[in-house]
Structures are given as C-alpha cells and as structure tokens.
C-alpha cells in the first residue's frame, strides 16, 4: 500500500528527498508521515502531514531542515531533507493513519511502507 523510495549515501551537509507512493485512497484519506528507526535505537517520528488540511508536524530534531510536502498528481507524499548530519542516519519508513491530525505514536499508524535507507556520512 505505501512504497517508500529515494534512500541512499550522502555526506554531513548534503540533501536527499525520500519519496512515499501509495493509492488514491489512501492518499485522500489518511493522514500521512514518517519515522525513522537508527541501528539499536528506538522508531523515533519524524515529519507528517494531516489528512484534513495538508498542515505539517515535524519532531525538533529536524525542524528546519526537512520539508514535507504531497505531490497530489502522483499520490505522493516527499520528504526533502536538507542539512543532514550522521544522527539522520536510519531507515526511514513511510506511514499513513486515518487520525485527524499527526501523531507522533507509531500505534496510530495502520500502514506502513517497507522502508528505505539512509546514511549521511561524516
């Protein structure tokens, strides 16, 4: 249902846009993000996207420096991420829940994508 893509290698300073397909059902009706989970760490939220209003919830560990955004055209939400530092380093996940409003409780989530990874070199 959620085909996450766009991971890979980049060094402490650089971009990349993580990228989330899915169907159009899902698309219009589910409020959307991203976690992240770092080898030994715990899945940790990143950014989302409610369904309602398309408004934007990051955690502080990024605001500033990712950007969400849905590509209404291709049923597709985008994490840009600028400024990546080697804490970025993880797999990403792709997520979609039919709450309201963003949360940042991985409970909350129904789907999630396969994941995809990526590391920020120092």
């Known amino acids: 249902q959620l085909q996450a893509s766009g991971g890979g290698l980049v060094q402490a300073g650089g971009s990349l846009r993580v990228s989330c397909a899915t169907s159009?059902?899902?698309?219009?009706?589910?409020?959307m993000g991203w976690f992240r989970q770092a080898p030994g760490k715990e899945r940790e939220f990143v950014a989302g996207?409610?369904?309602?209003?398309?408004?934007?919830y990051y955690a502080d560990s990024v605001k500033g420096r990712f950007t969400l955004s849905r590509g209404n055209a291709k049923n597709t939400v985008y994490l840009q991420m600028n400024s990546l530092k080697p804490e970025d380093t993880a797999v990403y996940y792709c997520?979609?829940?039919?709450?309201?409003?963003?949360?940042?409780?991985?409970?909350?989530?129904?789907?999630w994508g396969q994941g995809t990874q990526v590391t920020v070199s120092s």
């Open positions: 997520v979609a829940g039919l709450y309201t409003s963003v949360s940042e409780n991985p409970h909350d989530y129904s789907y």
């Open positions: 159009g059902r899902i698309f219009i009706s589910y409020t």
């Open positions: 996207i409610s369904r309602s209003d398309s408004s934007t």
